[in-house]
């Protein structure tokens, strides 16, 4: 258990109607009655009170809670004072706070504490970051879920499972001389390939959950002066990207942040694809290709009246630019002129819904983060070490292994060496 008191503003940096100053840790109540002229206020109630520096002064007038432990959001005791948001009210309330002997909170250290005092699992404690991280409605909707404990339940229940099986096995191991009839054995079995098989198609979902939460990437493709910048700016509606008659304008990637369907996509221009004698486009030619390779889709470009080329990637958008200069483009080519506007809110319905299709679920939540990824692979291949474990005792300890990989996702065991790691992309005052 940690001593230390700390604070920190839990509202947005800058001057706004109201700020919230956020305190949690042992000496709450103390502090915060020093505070309030002497007197605690009355637990879980707004109270409007006089707060007063350590001498004589008044530091505000602020709408004070005091929320004693453990029902609190650290399991501390804790409070809040919603102040007058100025930057000298705000400054002058963090100065008696530490004069008082309270320590400034570093980032997370508030969602920290609450994890370690159990309050909420580590799958939930990253579930409050994203949602502070949402820039989107489909992302906030994810970040519930996970915040719900459907993740949570999720893994709990394979490794719930799991330690059935490990418990018979350990009767097995214990009693070996017991005539134990062989359907136990194929029952033990049977359930470790269910729990590995759900892992394995709960991994297998082509990372919609990590793809929501990070966002997509589209490459926009084609030959030089397709109009590639002209589309960019257009969906970005800024100027992006320099367009002009000389073919070869582009060359570094560029990006531009958008969002389609719901979810964040990184747009990237890139140079237009050509052979080339100038080292330097020709690099731009390359990065544009690198592009395209990484990309979650390509939106492929051609002018109306080309053909399209053989070897796109699989998932891409083939449009025929220009559409306002006449001609037809390939088959299957939605047409465009990002000048007129004909065929642009066509091609935001379609690259909404590959955006939408790319990030979807139904059923189960699905998988947010690598580092839940790099746990489950783990454990699905620690299942199938026991699966054909030569030895019951080493089936026992492939087990083990494999529930302990499950545990260090939601939090319950051996984290210690995540949690820097965790609570740091955190901001202050969660
Ligand atoms: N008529 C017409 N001209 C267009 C349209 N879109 C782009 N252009 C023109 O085509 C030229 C090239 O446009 P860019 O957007 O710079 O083309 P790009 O594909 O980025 O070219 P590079 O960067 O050189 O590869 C410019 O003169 C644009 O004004 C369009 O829809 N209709
Ligand atoms: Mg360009």
């Known amino acids: ?21 956020r305190i949690s840790g042992p000496r709450t109540a ?6 309030c002229g002497g007197a605690l206020p009355p637990p879980r109630q707004a109270s ?29 005791d804790a409070a809040e004072l919603h102040l007058h948001g100025g930057r000298a009210v705000i400054e002058a309330v963090a100065h008696a ?37 949402a820039e989107t409605d489909a992302q906030r909707r994810q970040a519930l879920r996970q915040l719900d404990g459907a993740l949570g339940a999720l893994y709990r229940g394979w490794s719930d499972r799991l330690r059935t099986v490990l418990a018979h096995q350990e009767a097995l191991i ?53 109009g590639k910048s002209t589309l960019i700016n257009a969906l970005a509606e800024r100027d992006v990207a320099i367009v002009s008659d000389i073919p070869g304008t582009t060359r570094d ?3 531009a942040r958008v969002v389609l369907g719901g979810v964040p996509v990184t747009l990237a221009d890139t140079a237009g694809l050509r052979q080339t004698e100038d080292a330097i486009e020709a690099e731009g030619v390359r990065r544009a290709r690198a592009r395209a390779r990484d990309a979650d889709l390509v939106i492929h470009l051609v002018e109306a009246g080309a053909n399209a080329p053989a070897d796109l990637p699989a998932s891409h958008v083939l449009v ?20 007129s506007g004909e065929g642009m809110d066509g091609l935001r319905d379609r690259l909404a819904q590959a955006a939408r299709a790319m990030t979807e679920t139904d059923g189960p939540p699905p998988l947010t983060r690598a580092r839940h990824r790099a746990a489950l692979l783990a454990a699905a291949a620690l299942l199938d070490a026991a699966e054909t474990a030569a030895l019951p005792e080493l089936r026992g300890e492939d087990l083990r292994l494999a529930m302990r990989e499950l545990g260090r996702i939601t939090g319950h065991v051996g984290v210690e060496d995540l949690l820097d790691t965790i609570f740091s992309a955190f901001c202050i005052g969660k």
């Not at 530091?59 to 929320?67: S, Y």
């Not at 400034?104 to 991280?133: K, S, V």
């Open 253 to 255: 990637v560029l990006e």
């Open 97 to 133: 706070l530490a004069e008082a002997g309270l320590r400034p909170a570093e980032p997370g250290e508030f969602t920290r504490r609450a994890f370690l005092n159990g309050r909420l699992d580590l799958i939930e404690a990253e579930a409050i970051n994203d949602l502070i991280e």
């Open 48 to 76: 409007l009170r006089r707060l007063r520096d350590g001498k004589d002064g008044t530091l505000d007038r602020a709408l004070v809670l005091w929320l004693p432990g453990p029902r609190t959001y650290t399991g501390e």
């Open 174 to 226: 214990d009693f070996p001389d017991e005539d134990l009839p062989p359907e136990v054995d194929a029952a033990l079995l049977a359930t470790l390939r269910a729990v590995r098989d759900d892992i394995r198609r709960h991994l297998d979902d082509a990372g919609r959950g990590e793809k929501l939460r990070e966002g997509l990437h589209f490459a926009i493709t084609g030959a030089p002066n397709v």
């Open 1 to 21: 258990m940690t001593a230390e008191t700390i604070f920190a503003l839990a509202s947005g940096a800058g001057r706004a109607a109201i700020a919230v100053m």
């Open 30 to 35: 103390a502090v915060l009655a020093a505070l």
């Open 320 to 339: 025929a630019t220009k559409a306002d200069l006449g001609g037809n483009g390939p088959d299957g080519a939605l047409r465009i002129s990002a000048r």
